[in-house]
């Protein structure tokens, strides 16, 4: 599962080293568009539903974030 | 009584005397008090709207919380009992309640500013369409006085009550408490727009008196004053020759006032922002930062991020992404993706949010088209920046630019100051048509020679005044590429022999005392956000 987030990180942005950082909000490193797109990503690839109330900075500062988020809204 | 009157002083150190006398648990109402105080002094009776926005958010967000409260214990009591259909079913109904709860404190507080601020403006555009039309009738205009602050107190509270609605805060359950969150003075002229989260409790907990503390509220207040009172103050009478004239200026001129508009509203609003962060600071209060550097931006996205922050992240979370997460916007992506195919598809969602939301930042500085296209302007340049962005990279790397290092760094720096500058005439003009005139004027004639001629100089201001300005102006850049750069100032300065702390101290009082401009009874002009 995080292999396929992975995936979806690489194709949004592809200049950015996503194993390495744990900060891609605080940093800046994602902004809100790529959020958006990023959700978008996320929501058909995994079939959930991603709200606005999930949009944390927590929740996308790295890819484990993002692993924790799904799986939570998956069970 | 302006932020930068004498008398606004007098009344800050008399409150912060009062603050320090009291017991700690009780410092948060000698600051709900000035702050009332502060409001009733400038306003009179407005100050009634003011406690109906904050009563009328209190008691939403306590229900909100009652509904969240009655569904947890639902939930715990039987939840052995109900399938997972039935949990999914209860969930939605429950959702469903709370936004119509949401909506309703949400039209009423918003109501109040709609009405306000923009009624009479809806009249004049509606009324001119029924002449249009020729019918004989016409909506009447009211002469509404706007209260002030109203449009920061208002999204404050609005995103008190979303954030409460995402369950992100819990309801504040002390009403006199909470009127301090949406009062306190120093902010409620004009922001920043803070966040409950971040904000509440500091105002509600009692700080000790600390020397560090009150030294360096003093320093950003005397920092703000410079700001706004040796630039932006000065830099307006440029300014205000050129946009309020008669057209009589061309080319490089008009050009000219909106570079300097540009540095002035800087100036101002950052500067009164300053202010209010200093005092805050001396209460032992951290105000949320509402600038970072935004002359040094790189695009105009960019700049957003960096000028009137606590704004442009007010619209992201509580209108780009409930927006481009919707349901019709996910539908609207699907369709682009088939139509325009998957890159550009993609990206269409985005692209209309970005330009509704920035529609809505330019309606919140005012009822007026010139602000509606302000708006816009600023929303197709950073859409344009989303559909093509990539591609512009690209390009300039083939041709051997780096975006963002070095000398290409320093071409966006440039290039974003320009159009930050021809946005500044949609914001600064008397109207719509008079910025599209001042547009035309600028490109009619192409006349750098006024740089040297001396033609600057019959602008309001002479030679030793521009002088004076523009020493003033490479401070202020020079402080901000300083701080752009990572150096603490403040820390930095405090590090220094004590000689040399206050020579730097009473330069900077002298040249507010000496530099500021002053207006009649030595008042300074009051601030333009104000206005909003």
Known sequence: ?75 | MGFTSAAFFAFTLLVAGIYFLFPKKNRWAVLLAASYLYYFLTSGSLLLLLIATTLITFLTALWLDFINRQFDQTKTAGVEELSREQKKAAAAQVKRKKQLVLAIGLAAVLGILAFLKYFNFFATNFNVLLAALSVPAAIPKFNLLLPLGISFYTFQSAGYLIDVFRGKIQADRNPFKFALFVSFFPQIVQGPISRYSQLAHQLYEGHSLDYDRIKFGAQLVLWGLFKKMVIADRAAVIVNTIFNGQNQYEGFTVFFGAMLYTLQIYGDFSGGIDVARGIAQIFGIDLVNNFARPLFATSIEDFWRRWHITLSSWMRDYVFYPLSLSRLFVRMGRFFRRTLGASIGKLMPTFTAMVITFLLVGIWHGANWKFVAYGMYNGLLIGLGILFGPQVSRLAEKLGFTPGRGFTRGLQILGTFVLVCFGRYFSRAASFMAALRLLDRTFSSFNPQVIIDGSLLNLGLDGKELIVLLIAIVILLTADYLQEKGIALRERLSRQVLPLRWLVYLMAIFAVLIFGVYGINFNASSFIYMGF
């Open chain 1, 1 to 75: 599962m995080l292999d396929k987030i992975l995936e979806v990180l690489a194709t949004l942005r592809p200049e950015v080293d996503f194993t390495e950082n744990h900060h891609l909000i605080d940093d800046g490193i994602l902004d809100s568009f790529d959020i958006v797109t990023l959700v978008g990503e996320l929501n058909d690839a995994f079939d959930i539903e991603i709200g606005v109330e999930d949009l944390l900075p927590e929740n996308f500062n790295s890819p484990a974030a993002m692993l924790r988020l799904i799986e939570r809204l998956q069970s």
